[in-house]
């Protein structure tokens, strides 16, 4: 007896290459092999591009205010080496004019400190005040009313009695107030109690 054989199973079909489903899943494996290298590259280019962003985030989170809002940016302009060496120089000037101008004198009527005399006029024993001679402004920082007085010595006259030779009219000054006063060179300052005055001079 005679036994047909069984046919293949490709042998009625179309071979493997002609069928459909066989290149999907051709073209699946090739998109898989050369889409993940081209993947890596541009994730690596992307890290690359980001890290320097990162960065500058990280400054700009630095600048931020308490309240947590940003700080604007402003730009600084450029300063020119000139421009640079004038403001170094007029800030030099500010300070060296401030050294030079000289520390207001305070009097304290009753009070030597450091400009007062012990001076005895009509049996009168008073604290007079030399001050270097010049124009100045007087203050009062006290509390009530006082009057400045600028007078050139004490001298005897023909009947034996002192007296004073004033340079001209005396100032009265109010509290808070201030007013100026020329003392002459070698002359002196009276003051009554409970005056204090605040010389500065101009």
């Excluded at 494996?29 to 541009?42: C, H, I, S, T």
């Excluded at 809002?69 to 030099?92: C, L, M, N």
Aim: hydrophobic fraction near 30%; charge should be neutral.
């Amino acid at each position: 007896m005679r036994t047909t054989p069984k046919p293949s199973p490709n042998a009625s079909g179309k071979p493997l290459y002609k069928r459909w489903w066989v290149w999907v899943i051709v073209v699946v494996v090739l998109a898989g092999a050369f889409g993940g290298g081209k993947g890596e590259q541009q994730s690596a280019q992307v890290k690359g591009a980001e890290a320097p962003k990162a960065a500058e985030h990280s400054k700009d989170a630095g600048k931020t205010e308490k309240n947590g809002a940003k700080e604007p940016e402003t730009e600084k302009p450029a300063v020119k080496g000139s421009e640079a060496g004038k403001d170094a120089g007029a800030e030099a000037k500010t300070e060296s004019e401030a050294a030079k101008s000289p520390k207001p004198i305070t009097l304290v009527a009753g009070e030597k400190g450091e400009y007062g005399k012990e001076l005895v006029m009509n049996e009168e024993r008073l604290i007079v005040y030399y001050v270097p001679g010049g124009t100045y402004s007087v203050k009062n920082i006290g509390k009530y009313g006082t009057q400045v007085t600028v007078y050139e010595g004490v001298r005897k006259g023909d009947n034996g009695d002192e007296y004073t030779s004033v340079s001209g009219s005396p100032a009265v000054i109010m509290p808070g107030r201030s007013a100026d006063v020329v003392v002459p060179e070698g002359w002196f300052i009276e003051i009554k109690e409970p005056s204090r005055i605040e010389l500065t001079l101009k």
